[in-house]
Structure formats: C-alpha cells, structure tokens
C-alpha cells in the first residue's frame, strides 16, 4: 500500500475544511470477506463516501465537496496544518444519518443501510458482544423494499 497527497475538501453544507486520506496503491491480500458483504483488507483500507467532521459531527458526502488543495506527505502546506481529518461514522452516526439526512438518493440511502447493517455486526464479529443483535431494533424503517 501507497499513500497518495491528502485531499483538503470544503464541505458544501457549513464551508468547514476537512482532511482524507488517499491511496496511491494497494492490494486485497490476506483479505477477510464476510457473509454479509463486508471487506477488511489491512493494505487497502476502505474510503467511506460518507463522513464526519471530527468537531460538530456533520454529515458530508465526499462526491459532494469542492476538493480544495492537495497536500503531499512530506510536505505539509502550513496554510492546512489546523484542518482535521475526516472521521468515518459510527453506528450511531448512521442511525442519525438515516433519520435525518434530507433527499437521499436511492444508491445513496442504500449505502447508508449496507453501512448500518456491517456497523451493527461489528460487535458480533470481534466477539465483544454477549448476545445477538436484531438488527430491526436498530434500524429505522425501510421504504425501499
């Protein structure tokens, strides 16, 4: 796996700035895949299209930022020393994503629900959770099915 520069976006909704990472390069070796869909792959780490600014806990779609500035590894711009790096949601954050997010589009609140589902089964997955979940008690009501 290969870094590439760090992506300075402009989240269209308050005009805050927020850091990602990037990839120049990775691989899928030694991989696990879960019944459920979900990929862990330690040398290519999954990029979220939604996430969260550290701070206030506002919700961005990355497909929906102005890309700023990029700034390289080894050459930090002082002028974006103080913007945070973008969080990736818990599973709380995407239940209040679901109930809140306004006009989601179909591929898009799928995505949130995909991401609920493997968020909630994390638990279960690292053996930190005593009985089963039920996912319906987690999750708000579907329109789409």
Known sequence: MTFGPNEILLIPTSGKLVKIRTLNSGNTFGAVYWTDGKREARMLPD????????????????????????????????????????????????RRALSTLPALTLEKERYLRMRFWWEANDPVRRGTVAAALRFADFCPPCPLY
Do not use: G, I
């Open 47 to 94: 990029e979220p299209w939604l996430r969260v600014h550290p701070k206030n806990r506002e919700f961005f779609w990355t497909d929906e930022c102005k890309k700023v500035a990029d700034e390289q590894l080894l050459e930090p711009n002082p002028k974006y020393l103080e913007v945070p790096f973008a969080e990736s949601p818990t599973l709380e954050d995407y």
